[in-house]
């Protein structure tokens, strides 16, 4: 991920092994990691049984709170891509019957947003 990208808070995949080493802890039984993207220091994972928002908080760092979203309190999603001269790409996931969106990520190019968008129908759907 660009240092450029990040500033603006654009999020770039991390690898499965990275995730479940950091975050491993926070499995259940049968939980497994299929996809994790990470901010400038704020993570979000998608499992097969839940969405896990990881948002770093104070001066250092040491405080976190780690936020669960079932898949069936999504009620509706949306993608942005990037055109031609934009930086990004952003998701956008709505929990329950909100009007706002709950969830606002923005992605780098690097990040394939079809790809998060067919896992998120996946397991939303099903």
């Known amino acids: 991920m660009g240092l450029f990208s990040a500033i ?3 999020a770039g995949a ?10 491993g802890q926070l499995l259940t039984e049968g939980e497994e990691i299929e996809l994790g993207f990470k901010l400038v220091r704020d993570t979000f ?3 097969n049984k839940r969405l896990i928002l990881v948002d770093v908080q104070g001066i250092t760092g040491n405080k976190q709170e780690y936020k669960s979203v079932t898949y ?3 009620s509706r999603f949306s993608i942005e891509t990037a055109g031609t001269f ?3 790409a952003e ?4 929990i329950s019957s909100e009007a706002q969106p709950s969830i606002k990520k923005q992605f780098n190019k690097s990040v394939n947003v079809y790809d998060v968008q067919k896992i998120l129908a996946y397991h939303v759907l099903n």
């Open 72 to 74: 069936k309190s999504v």
């Open 14 to 23: 991390v690898s499965q092994e990275e995730l479940i080493k950091k975050f």
């Open 86 to 88: 934009d930086l990004d």
């Open 8 to 10: 603006l808070g654009n």
């Open 91 to 94: 998701l956008k996931i709505w």
């Open 45 to 47: 994972i998608f499992t």
